[in-house]
Antibody, heavy 123, light 108 residues
Framework: QLQLQESGPGLVKPSETLSLTCTVS??????????WGWIRQPPGKGLEWIGS???????YYNPSLKSRVTISVDTSKNQFSLKLSSVTAADTAVYYC???????????????WGQGTLVTVSS | DIQMTQSPSSLSASVGDRVTITCRAS??????LAWYQQKPGKAPKLLLY???RLESGVPSRFSGSGSGTDYTLTISSLQPEDFATYYC??????????FGQGTKLEIK
C-alpha cells in the first residue's frame, strides 16, 4: 500500500524559507506513471496546487508561486522536497504531498495524499 | 490559468436527501474533472474522475456528469458519513490543476 509522509519544521519565521520533504513508501518514485506534487490548504480555506515533479526532474509550478518555489526529487531516497522562499503569514497552511496519475485511465487524478503537515509562519 | 467556480459554498441537507453540487470552468476542460471529499483533519479522498467515472470503492450513490465547462456531483441519498466538504478539480493540463472553492455539506 502506497504511503506518503511529509516531514519538516512546523514553524517558520517570516522572510525565511519553508522546507518540507515527502517520503514515499510502498512504491517507487521512479515510476513513469506518476507525477509527485505539493498542495496546500490554509486553515479553513480551500486547496491550492503548488507544483509537481516527475522522477526525471522535470518541474511544473503554479504561476502565482513560481518565483518562490523549488521542488526537487531524490530517487535514491524515494523522496521529493519543497522549498518556498520569502514566506509570510499568508503561507501558513497544511501542506500535503500527493501523487498525480499519468496513466491513461485516470490521468491527472490525485489518488494518494500524505496526511498533511501544518506549517505556521510566525516570528 | 483555468479557474473553477463551485457552488453552493455550503449546503444543509438531511439523511436521505438528493443533493447536487456544481462546478464551472473558465474554459472547456474536456471532462478533465475530478471530485474529492474531505473530512475535518483529513486529506481529500478521490470520488470521481473524468467527470463521471467512479473511483474504486466509492459508493454508487455518488455520480457525476457534465461536459465542456459545466459539471455536477450528485449524491442520490445522503448517508451520515457523507457530511463533509467537497471539492472539484480540473486537471486539463496535468500536473497543473486548480480546485473549486469547496462545498461544505452540513446536516440540516
Amino acid at each position: 500500500q502506497l504511503q506518503l509522509q511529509e516531514s519538516g519544521p512546523g514553524l517558520v519565521k517570516p522572510s525565511e524559507t519553508l522546507s518540507l520533504t515527502c517520503t514515499v513508501s510502498g512504491g517507487s518514485i521512479s515510476s513513469s506513471s506518476y507525477y509527485w506534487g505539493w498542495i496546500r490548504q490554509p486553515p479553513g480555506k480551500g486547496l491550492e496546487w503548488i507544483g509537481s515533479i516527475y522522477y526525471s526532474g522535470s518541474t511544473y509550478y503554479n504561476p502565482s508561486l513560481k518565483s518562490r518555489v523549488t521542488i526537487s526529487v531524490d530517487t535514491s531516497k524515494n523522496q521529493f522536497s519543497l522549498k518556498l522562499s520569502s514566506v509570510t503569514a499568508a503561507d501558513t497552511a497544511v501542506y500535503y504531498c500527493a501523487r498525480h496519475s499519468r496513466r491513461i485511465g485516470d490521468y491527472g487524478t490525485i489518488g494518494y495524499w500524505g496526511q498533511g503537515t501544518l506549517v505556521t509562519v510566525s516570528s | 490559468d483555468i479557474q473553477m467556480t463551485q457552488s453552493p459554498s455550503s449546503l444543509s441537507a438531511s439523511v436521505g436527501d438528493r443533493v447536487t453540487i456544481t462546478c464551472r470552468a473558465s474554459q472547456g476542460i474536456s471532462n478533465s474533472l475530478a471530485w474529492y471529499q474531505q473530512k475535518p483533519g483529513k486529506a481529500p479522498k478521490l470520488l470521481l474522475y473524468a467527470a463521471s467515472r467512479l473511483e474504486s470503492g466509492v459508493p454508487s450513490r455518488f455520480s457525476g456528469s457534465g461536459s465542456g465547462t459545466d459539471y455536477t456531483l450528485t449524491i442520490s441519498s445522503l448517508q451520515p458519513e457523507d457530511f463533509a466538504t467537497y471539492y472539484c478539480q480540473q486537471y486539463y493540463s496535468t500536473p497543473s490543476c486548480t480546485f473549486g472553492q469547496g462545498t461544505k455539506l452540513e446536516i440540516k
